[in-house]
């Protein structure tokens, strides 16, 4: 079992940022990739960033691809999701999660079915 905590969530003005931490404990942290999705009431998870086990190779939705960052730091079993110029679509809570499945497409990185465990979420709410 792997159990994701994830903190950093808030409130904040369009434009400002937030940097999300997930920690990780369980089993070993770089046999997983994590990813970043994030939900608003009503909707579907949907996928914002993916980032392998070696932090080499990342992922990003549309949207956010130039403005939110993901990161790992394996001897900390954290990952990162640093986000910047927020805008108030942004607003949702983010969860991580993580899966031990390997070079997969940008398409599997971003399905919710592809993770096998998943944090509780931390709410971002961003004004305008």
């Known amino acids: 079992q792997v159990q994701l905590v994830e903190s950093g969530g808030g409130s904040v003005q369009a434009g400002g940022s937030l940097r999300l931490s997930c920690a990780a404990s369980g089993r070993t942290f770089s046999n997983y990739a994590m990813g970043w999705f994030r939900q608003v009431p009503g909707n579907e998870r949907e996928f914002v960033a993916a980032i392998n086990w070696s932090g080499l190779t990342t992922y990003y939705k549309d949207s956010v691809k130039g403005r939110f960052t993901i990161s790992r730091d394996n001897a900390k079993n954290t990952v990162y999701l640093q986000m910047n110029s927020l805008k108030s679509e942004d607003t949702a809570v983010y969860y991580c999660?993580?899966?031990?499945?390997?070079?997969?497409?940008?398409?599997?990185?971003?399905?919710?079915?592809?993770?096998?465990?998943w944090g509780q979420g931390t709410q971002v709410t961003v004004s305008s």
């Open positions: 999660a993580a899966h031990s499945a390997l070079r997969l497409t940008l398409l599997a990185e971003a399905n919710p079915r592809t993770y096998e465990y």
